[in-house]
């Protein structure tokens, strides 16, 4: 890959070339500021941006928009510190950042500290950009349970420019007791912590971070939080599993949206988000052959337009809307739901 660092360090900035060229990558280009490096990335255009947060002349976040409206590229944030500086990281994911990971630094007797986290992923990113498979047809679920009175299911996914795509959602959507959400942002474990209480503040739900064997619980939103995959158990606890292990999305929509069909005893609301690649198409499809509501953003609201484009393609989204209007049209088809459950009333407790 050829990678381009933004680093307004020299030390810092020789570190990385270092570490990126022993990891058999070539150094696109160096930028020492983010007007630098949006002029630079204008006249060429590099595979992968290695970018530090707290940069002179234009920050992070100011030269991630620009580059994103100007000429857009994959950009891979490089932080010392996760909960001093996360309310600028989740800005500049919302306007296209990848990802980010903590930034190498030399260790005082000489090597570095971080460079093997750092090339993992960077190769993690390369096999994202590669990614042009068409997504594979959902296999067959066995049929879930039968079980009532169960809170309403929102599943929200996303992946470049999602933190800012989940926050307006968010914002816009009432507290509502029986309504439980899950979240899977394509998001390194590390800034977990630090999305979810981001989002909280934008949000009237609780933003918890979601933990093996936890139950879903009305009026909370739960937060993917590892690098393994999320998945609801067929005990309607979260659990989280390595499997599969080729897969470079993770935590991997798809394999979350196939555990919900497979095990989530009712139809709930899906909505697919902003992100590169095809993450979450096939998914979105098999909830919806199973009679859930599917909405995907659409090309104009998105920041990448990759996962919401391949799921409609395949004609995974019921709706596709653009981001102002997804959550009104959640609303409404949770008042459908209810309306529905008042006319029948069958349900039996949900413990």
């Known amino acids: ?69 100007r000429s857009p590229c994959p950009i891979l944030f490089l932080t010392t510190s996760v909960t001093e500086n996360a309310a600028k990281l989740f800005e500049a994911m919302g306007y296209g950042a990848l990802d980010a990971v903590h930034a190498p630094v030399l260790r005082p007797g000489g090597g570095t500290e971080g460079s093997h986290a750092l090339l993992a992923k960077i190769t ?19 049929a879930p349970p039968r079980v009532g009175h169960l809170p309403s299911f929102i599943a929200l996914a996303s992946s470049t420019g999602g933190p800012k795509a989940l926050a307006a959602i968010l914002a816009s959507l009432p507290y509502q007791q029986d309504v439980a959400i899950a979240i899977v942002q394509h998001l390194d474990m590390q800034f977990s912590g630090g999305l979810a209480e981001w989002l909280g503040e934008q949000s009237r739900f609780r933003v918890v971070l979601a933990r093996d064997r936890m139950r879903i619980q009305p009026g909370t939103a739960f937060l993917a939080s590892t690098n393994d995959h999320l998945v609801l158990a067929r005990d309607l606890t979260l659990r989280y599993t ?65 996962m919401p484009a391949a799921a409609a393609r395949i004609g995974a989204a019921a709706e596709i809307l653009p981001l102002p209007e997804i959550a009104p049209a959640i609303l409404r088809q949770l008042d459908r739901k209810r309306t529905a459950y008042a006319a029948r009333d069958e349900r039996i407790p949900f413990d």
């Open 124 to 142: 993690t990113i390369g096999k994202l950009i590669g990614a042009q498979r068409e997504p594979a047809p959902a296999a067959k679920p066995k």
């Open 242 to 306: 390595p499997e599969p292990a080729a897969n470079p999305y993770r935590p991997s929509v798809d394999v979350f949206f196939a555990s919900l069909r497979e095990n989530w005893p009712e139809p709930g609301i899906a909505v697919l988000l902003t992100g590169m690649g095809n993450d979450g198409a096939a998914g979105l499809l098999a909830l919806r052959e199973a009679g859930w509501y599917t909405i995907a953003q659409d090309r104009n609201s998105s920041v990448i337009y990759g």
């Open 1 to 69: 890959m050829r990678i381009a660092i933004v680093n307004a360090a020299p030390a810092s900035v020789e570190m990385l070339c270092r570490i990126v060229s022993a990891g058999g990558h070539e150094i696109a280009w160096v930028a020492l500021n983010g007007a630098d490096a949006v002029s630079r990335c204008a006249d060429d255009r590099p595979d992968l941006i290695l970018m530090d947060l707290l940069l002179p002349v234009m920050d992070g976040v100011q030269a991630t928009a620009a580059i994103m409206k």
